[in-house]
């Protein structure tokens, strides 16, 4: 995605944001981080046609910029490479959202016999875009395929009854990794039996975090279910999830997310150095930047300044907000170039050189 605008949305009221390959929002709790994160499981909803009770679950109110007194409608464009977008714009009717504007959009600039934005509103409760042909209008399948892809991750239950612990089909749960990781066994036995370069790479990248770990053991039962269990070097045993630490089950997620063989498009996550030791987090860096350079777009919300400090200025975007308003800044090396002589990003975020995206004391 090379650009998204979105407008009333929850604390963002009127962002137009270009996009890199890797794109890590820093800021304090509550400054609207999580918010814009939220917006691509807001897009899902819309794709799938679950917006009203996807709505009516949470509270219309909930989503729009300050409330329905301030706001009532939320728009959004989403600008794609090859020229192709997609917009909405949805408006607080009587029982829910209505659609009052969406349209699958192309660069008339690259072709000038091409029709810049086909309508396909609805003025219905539901977006259209499912409805379109691809015979008639190429665009849209180009633009289900992104969105089809579209996946907040999110692992940070890693107890007792997590998604991690969850049993997963070998048949049924092998295409793609889940959003909180609950198949991850499937996933990963599938990986070892169709790239087993890619799976053993990925456990000598686990290895580099957790030495003692020999390989994962997986045995489907009959039914072709099976739950991830690994076995150490030291030991016969057979372990589960629940012998992992919180730090190393979310490292075994991420690792897998970034090291499968077919990236998606866009790959969201929150958090994702939540628990992490700070050399973890070193390698966390290191597989953002191998995916970015597979053409997989990374888009990540934290608060590590660890995190930070293995990326480029021009990578990072500081959220506040003020006065209800999240506000978005991409950090510019020209800017800070004097001070990044003697010290890294993290060390001007700490000292408050970089005055955006502080805490809020």
């Known amino acids: ?140 399948g180009y633009i289900r395929k992104y969105i089809d892809q579209l996946a907040k991750y999110h692992f940070h239950d890693t107890g007792e009854n997590s998604p991690f612990n969850k049993e997963s089909n070998i048949e049924n749960d092998k295409y793609y990794l889940y959003e909180k990781g609950s198949n991850l066994g499937a996933f990963l036995f599938n990986i070892q039996k169709e790239n087993p370069i890619v799976y053993n790479l990925i456990i000598k990248t686990i290895q580099s975090i957790a030495p003692y770990l020999l390989d994962f053991f997986f045995r489907p039962e009959s039914n072709g279910n099976l739950r991830l269990r690994w076995q150490s070097k030291y030991s016969s045993t057979v372990y589960g999830v629940n012998d992992l630490s919180d730090g190393t089950i979310r490292f075994i997620a ?35 930047k191998s995916a970015a350079a597979k ?36 950090l510019d090396s020209e800017k800070l170039k004097v001070w990044l002589e003697d010290y890294t990003i993290d060390d001007l975020w700490k000292r408050n050189i970089i005055t955006t995206g502080q805490p809020n004391l």
């Open 1 to 140: 995605m090379n650009k998204i605008d979105i407008k009333g949305y929850k604390s963002i009221k009127d962002l137009s944001l270009p996009l890199r390959p890797i794109n890590i929002l820093i800021g304090a709790n509550g400054s609207g981080k999580s918010n814009f994160l939220s917006f691509f499981d807001f897009l899902r909803q819309v794709y799938n046609r679950n917006l009203q009770e996807f709505v009516a679950l949470k509270g219309i109110d909930t989503f729009l910029h300050k409330g329905d007194k301030i706001t009532t409608e939320i728009s959004t464009h989403l600008y794609f490479p090859n020229t192709n977008g997609y917009s909405f714009t949805i408006k607080k009717g009587d029982s829910g959202f209505i659609f009052t504007e969406e349209g699958m959009w192309y660069s008339s600039g690259a072709n000038p016999f091409a029709r810049s934005n086909i309508p396909i509103t609805s003025f219905g409760p539901e977006s259209s875009l499912r409805f379109q042909s691809t015979s008639d209008y190429p665009r849209a």
């Open 254 to 288: 991420l690792t897998v997310l970034f090291m499968q063989p077919t990236l998606p498009e866009t790959i969201i996550i929150d958090e994702p150095e939540l628990g992490l030791h700070p050399t973890a987090i070193a390698k966390l860096a290191g597989l953002i």
């Open 295 to 330: 053409k997989c777009q990374v888009i990540v919300a934290t608060q590590s300044t660890d995190l930070i400090s293995h990326f480029e200025p021009e990578e990072v975007i500081t959220v506040d907000q003020i006065n209800g308003e999240s506000v978005f800044e991409r």
